[in-house]
């Protein structure tokens, strides 16, 4: 934040006498021992380390100064640096050599010879010394010095000046002479520093954004000084300094800041309401909404992983099925139609309570039409027996007039109440986390089912529990459980360009496996049969060299990155369905439109209170990371369906209907949240600006 451009704001084009400093958020007041008037001004001027530099012109200038004493320290040991700040007093501190920040920006080093460097901290004990007897200004002109202006800083020197970057000779050089001659010459502080700064701006063809480097780094408990001032000494400035000293601290010997008015409560809360109502905006257009995909993802896979669902047996036809049996086909690859008729005989001996078949099967077998034999004819005849079953569901795919003009039609000797759909929908990034449940076919469609086949195989288990399911345009209910449909248009995460038509619903993945049996384990009698029994039959095809595979969020989480079969998609969500109604297994949802702006304004206000009643910048800092690893939890807990109605109420209020998952906003709360403290730290920042000015005048 330090190194930002902050004099590029349009406030200093209205305020031409105005200049910038920067300032730590904690300081004290200088405790100064009151010293008799010399006339002159005494600077200590250190020429450090000038290894490929030159910094005789800086040495040249200063040396034209009247009014002045100049003691001039040629790259000087650090006993010898240490004698002159314990033994003399000084008015001006100025550094010429080479320097840098290091500890991320946060401490300081300067090279003093050729072959020592020091930090602030290595010279505190000699300059709280000679800030005691005066010291009021400090020049490092010098590179990268913002470590320097903060170590300086925290000894509470009034005004320091340096360079915020890697500095060229020729840019101090300049700065140096404009800045002695405005400041010497009788302008005050700021505004000299000011104009010598925005004169590097003719050098910029050769050195770009010279005007930049050159920062005051100021104490704001005391007042800047002018070159009368320095020469006056105390003499000059005794009434000035108490007055200041005592409207400012009540005490000299207490830390503390300036006394100014504290930020209103309301406005704090108008700053979080206009934050709020920018995040809610940001959020329509999309701007969150990949990465809240993302996050729903990630909190998906910190769930514990959950048994198998035993109500379910999945019958894989492998790519080994294929090739063993040797079977070719006009359409997808898969199982000739006597193949089929034989697995499905089977399966019904033992007593399944419904049997999908998630193949799809809109073409000819040309085991049918061989030479149109007659023998032939008994295989159709067997399969349409199976097939004629009602615990049967077979798959169709509706003609969809953008993207799959054909669709795909079902058996002809089933009908369409035993019929279901398998469209499947993907989000931009290709990941399916929703699924169908009834959908408006187009009138021309081949399949006309409005039912899932996830839905078909869910009711036809559940109507052996005698519970029936209830369908409307906005709901799917079985009992008292109620799927609701994410609403059109714009849904929780999903705000821009994703199609919510038709009931959807969001996927509540378990993260678990589930039973499968291969083709040849069932044909061959490998398989416990009495696994069969009162339950739901999925059939579908897992072969490698088939094209039905689809991502899920659980993809992403394994090496290398695997899709998994469609028809395991399915099992999915036929499973999701029966544990909702029959387990009490959480239903995801999402907040309605008005929940999303209370629960994201909630969070805000937080944020924006914590930071405006914290006065240390670092516990504001943590406050806010402590408000998003908090906001963090409460959303993964939520997902999963298991927080608690009072942790609920902490910033919305009671919120009963909120017994299931839901899916909350994590990241534009999370963004409302840093906003929030941001916008009113500087709303607060503008209020101590405006005191201290006022003060000063």
């Not at 250190?46 to 800086?58: P, T």
């Not at 909190?299 to 040797?326: A, F």
């Not at 099992?571 to 999701?576: F, G, N």
């Amino acid at each position: 934040m330090h190194r930002l451009p902050w004099h590029l704001w349009n406030f200093f084009e209205d305020y031409p006498k105005a200049e910038l400093a920067l300032s730590n958020h904690e300081y004290a007041s200088p405790q100064v021992v009151r010293k008799s008037s010399t006339g002159q001004v005494k600077i200590l001027a250190i020429l450090g380390n000038s290894f490929g530099i030159d910094i005789d012109q800086d040495s040249y200038l200063l040396q034209g100064l009247t009014d002045t004493q100049t003691r001039f320290l040629v790259e000087p040991t650090r006993r010898e640096l240490n004698e002159k700040l314990w033994n003399q007093n000084w008015d001006i501190l100025f550094f010429a050599g080479h320097s840098a920040s290091i500890a991320d920006g946060e401490r300081g080093e300067i090279y003093i010879n050729q072959s020592e460097s020091l930090t602030i901290s290595q010279l505190k004990n000699a300059l709280k010394t000679a800030i005691t007897r005066g010291l009021k200004l400090a020049i490092f002109n010098s590179c990268d010095g913002i470590g320097l202006a903060r170590d300086l800083a925290d000894l509470n020197i009034p005004q320091i000046i340096v360079m915020r970057e890697g500095v060229p000779d020729l840019v101090a050089q300049e700065f140096l002479k404009n800045f002695i001659v405005a400041f010497a010459g009788g302008k005050p502080f700021y505004p000299a520093v000011r104009e010598a700064r925005e004169r590097l701006q003719g050098l910029e063809n050769d050195f770009p954004c010279a005007s930049w480097l050159p920062v005051i780094c100021q104490n704001p408990t005391t007042v800047p000084i002018t070159w009368q001032e320095l020469r006056g000494g105390w003499g000059d400035i005794e009434t000035r300094g108490e007055v200041s000293t005592k409207s400012r601290i009540s005490t000299p010997k207490t830390k503390s800041r300036i006394s100014t008015p504290k930020t209103k409560l309301w406005i704090v809360l108008l700053s979080t309401v206009i934050v709020t109502l920018s995040t809610i905006g940001l959020r329509y257009l999309g701007l969150f909404e990949k990465l809240e995909l993302q996050i729903f993802d990630q909190m998906l896979l910190l769930r514990p992983k959950e048994e198998l669902d035993p109500r379910l047996l999945v019958v894989e036809i492998t790519e080994k099925d294929i090739q063993s049996r040797q079977e070719t086909t006009q359409g997808p690859k898969s199982i000739s139609d006597s193949t089929l008729a034989q697995l499905l005989n089977k399966l019904q001996k033992h007593q399944p309570r419904v049997i999908g078949l998630d193949i799809y099967r809109d073409f000819a077998d040309p085991l049918r039409l061989l030479s149109g034999q007659a023998p032939n004819k008994l295989k159709p005849i067997q399969l349409a027996t199976e097939l004629s079953k009602e615990n049967v569901v077979v798959v169709c795919k509706g003609r969809d007039s953008k993207y799959d003009p054909q669709g795909v039609k079902p058996p002809r000797e089933v009908p369409e109440e035993r019929q279901g759909f398998t469209d499947a929908i993907q989000d931009p990034d290709g990941i399916v986390r929703r699924q169908i449940l009834m959908m408006r076919q187009e009138p021309s469609s081949s399949c006309a089912t409005p039912h899932s086949l996830s839905l078909q195989l869910a009711a036809g288990y559940l109507s052996y529990e005698n519970i029936k399911p209830d369908f409307n345009e906005d709901y799917v209910q079985f009992g008292s459980k109620i799927f609701k449909r994410l609403k059109p248009g714009r849904s929780g995460g999903y705000q821009q360009g994703v199609n919510l038509g038709g009931i959807q619903i969001l996927i509540n993945y378990r993260d678990a496996d589930y039973e499968r049996v291969s083709l040849e384990d069932v044909l061959s009698d490998k398989l416990n049969f009495d696994w069969l029994k009162d339950k739901v039959v999925l059939i579908g095809v897992t072969a490698n060299t088939v094209s039905d595979t689809w991502s899920t969020p659980y993809s992403g989480a394994q090496q290398p990155y695997q899709e998994i079969p469609g028809v395991f998609i399915q099992a999915q969500m036929v499973s999701q369905i029966l544990s909702a109604v029959l387990d009490e297994r959480p239903i995801l949802g999402v907040l309605p439109f008005w929940g999303d702006i209370l629960w994201i304004w909630g969070w805000s206000s937080v944020s924006g209170l914590i930071v405006w009643r914290f006065r240390s910048l670092s516990n504001k800092g943590w406050g806010m990371f402590a408000i998003v690893v908090v906001l963090c939890g409460v959303c993964a807990i939520a997902l999963s369906g298991a927080l608690p109605i009072a942790v609920w109420a902490v910033p919305l209020g009671a919120m009963a209907l909120l017994k299931q998952g839901v899916w909350l906003p994590f990241i534009p709360s999370a963004f409302a949240v840093v906003a929030s403290g941001v916008v009113v730290l500087f709303v607060q920042r503008r209020r101590e600006f405006s005191s201290t000015h006022s003060l000063r005048e």
